[in-house]
């Protein structure tokens, strides 16, 4: 049977680098409901605001709670839920979800008869500046689903990789280059020892799990760089990539990872709006990577525009724009923004870049200075959660 889609609401939440948060986000999307992860840091001002923009309808986190957000939330008259996963001595999974309200889950189809669509909104993030009032970007199952595969093309993601995930989940950077990618691909994920990046357990993380590759930014791999400079580990994992996205990597940095870990560092492009992945620098099996470039497009049409719309030759500058399946339909409730963006029939970046006579993006600019602000996976306890997790949601999400 498949369900209205009326039924669908935005969840918030922010177990941000947590087992209980990869749970969540799946059984959300799982049940035709949209995930919008949060960044717990926010004030109770800014929550309200994301809170409100997404027209949110619970507010979903650890039963530690977050006071912020559960002020907003209550402001707004928007239900709260805890929720949590732990795994007992004989190795069941112990499951703890309640209200803060008296609404009781009443009987109702099983989860099983659920039916997905690929037009379902799964999830919801802003863009973010000093310049302009962030803008909501509802990214369909169908988007995230073309992005992961394209970036499990372009890195031959297998069975055979493991990564550590070192960024938070509330950017694709993280949830979709990191983590659904990986899962996707039947890979293992494993979450920091710290909780978070760590620079003094990053390596032991990696070493432990047998890391194949990892993601980052820039500031992240200079910390590693120093660390490795300042305190060698003992031994290193052997990797087949190092990836860098979400900023300009310097060349002279891109070098020295490559010297001090043996491993191609390929350099990325990617934005929320494209459900992360554009243009990627290729594994050295499928071509040259390019220092100072992001790489060739991936999974998508890519050209650069003068500002008639007139498409750029080689070696000229202009406005890199995109189209494909991984592209959103557009910024939630803005026509002006949609209007902009999506002119002469491609997506409009926002970035100045040209491609040189190999195909190779080079960035050089923006048109508007926006700036954005910024243990392993058992397979077995991992699957029983998630399906424990999906049937409680959707008898959740039926109350409302």
Known sequence: MKQSRSSLITIQRFLL???QFVIMFLAVIRVRATAAPLNSAYTAEEFEFYLTDSESKLLLTSSEGNNAAQAAASKLNIAHATASVTQAENNEAELSLSLSQSDSVNSVDSVESVV????DVALFLHTSGTTSR???VPL?????????QNIKSVYRLT???STVIVLPLFHVHGLIAGLLSSLAAGAAVALPAAGRFSASSFWKDMV?????WYTAVPTIHQIILDRHANNPEPVYPRLRFIRSCSASLAPVILGKLEEAFGAPVLEAYAMTEASHLMASNPLPLDGPHKAGSVGKPVGQEMVIL???GRVQEAEVSGEVCIRGPNVTKGYKNNVDANTAAFEFGWF???DVGYLDSDGYLHLVGRIKELINRGGKLSKYYFACEYAIFCSFLWKLLRIF
Do not use: C, I, M, W
């Open 134 to 136: 962030p803008k909501g």
């Open 348 to 350: 409009h970046t926002g």
């Open 140 to 148: 369909t199952q169908h988007n995230l689903l073309s992005s992961v």
């Open 116 to 119: 997905n669509d690929p037009d």
């Open 306 to 308: 003068d500002q008639t």
């Open 17 to 19: 680098r947590s087992f």
């Open 159 to 161: 069975e055979s990789d």
């Open 208 to 212: 432990k799990y047998n890391a194949t």
